[in-house]
């Protein structure tokens, strides 16, 4: 369940209330869920966006970051689905920089890019196998015994048969 912060500082702290109350809610329920910190993933994206495979540049869309694409006239908000390339290789929202959806964070004002997708799904991605990842670290050191012991022992099948007493 993500925690989405990002934006001006009014809708940050109603979006981190509803998270709080949501997941508040959910834990007394007894249902289990995994905490997204979507915020703090933008933070880290804002304090090295290079790391991210992104760049920030001057712009007032997204958290200091322009948008992939340029919103076309009279529309003020979410304008991202306008901007799909089409078969000519244009976007109908305005001329954004060819590699701008793998370049850029948001899309528009409100979606992320296909590089900010990709990002969050590696984030969740991680958030979810990470415990099975750590679970098998305790496994390591058990696995690399038992290949050492059976590379010590003599193969029994290809040792010379042995001879078997019948009774």
């Known amino acids: 369940m993500p925690n989405q912060a990002f934006g001006p500082p009014a809708q940050q702290s109603v979006r981190l209330l509803y998270d709080s109350t949501l997941w508040s809610g959910l834990a007394a329920s007894g249902v289990l869920f995994v905490p997204a910190d979507v915020n703090s993933v933008f933070r880290a994206i ?3 966006p290079s790391q991210f495979g992104v760049t920030l540049g001057v712009g007032a869309v997204g958290p200091a970051t322009p948008s992939a694409c340029i919103a076309p006239a009279g529309v003020t908000s979410a304008w991202g689905v306008l901007c799909a390339p089409q078969t000519d290789g244009k976007r109908h929202g305005g001329a954004g920089e060819p590699t701008a959806e793998q370049t850029r964070l948001f899309a528009d004002d409100l979606h992320l890019s296909a590089a900010g997708q990709q990002i969050m799904v590696d984030y969740y991605r991680n958030l979810l196998l ?5 679970s098998l670290l305790a ?17 029994p099948d290809l040792a010379a048969p042995a001879r078997r007493e019948r009774f």
């Open 46 to 48: 804002q304090a090295n």
């Open 139 to 155: 496994e390591s050191p058990v696995k690399a015994r038992a290949g050492m012991i059976a590379a010590m022992e003599p193969d």
């Open 130 to 134: 990470a415990p099975v990842q750590m």
